[in-house]
């Protein structure tokens, strides 16, 4: 079985709103009374990002690289963790030809 050339992944990340917690989309902070719970930052955008990077790679999935019982991710820059899953993806052999990430709030 051959690999194939292409590969598409799939990510999707969903987290309640907090009152007090920043708000961060994208590595942008919002100005915004209520953020999104999470044991990083909760940035929904820079999580289903990174999760359908590792998954077109057929790699291990963001929970699974970056567990929430682990102290040492809480409070984590999604961006850095994206980038630390990214390092992985091109570890592998792969590259990125096109990534869309749509929020739906």
């Not at 590595?27 to 359908?52: E, F, M």
Request: proline share 5%; net charge negative; hydrophobic share 45%.
């Amino acid at each position: 079985m051959t690999t194939p050339e292409y590969r598409v992944g799939a990510g999707f990340d969903a987290h309640a709103l907090e009152e007090g917690v920043p708000l961060v989309l994208g590595g942008v902070r919002i100005d915004h009374p209520r953020g999104l719970a999470g044991h990083s930052d909760g940035d929904v955008l820079a999580h289903a990002l990174t999760d359908a990077l590792l998954g077109a790679a057929g790699l291990e999935d963001i929970g699974a690289l970056f567990p929430s019982g682990d102290p040492a991710f809480a409070g984590a820059d999604s961006l850095g963790l994206l980038t630390q899953a990214w390092r992985r993806v091109r570890s592998a052999g792969w590259r990125l030809a096109n990534a869309d990430v749509v929020l739906i709030g």
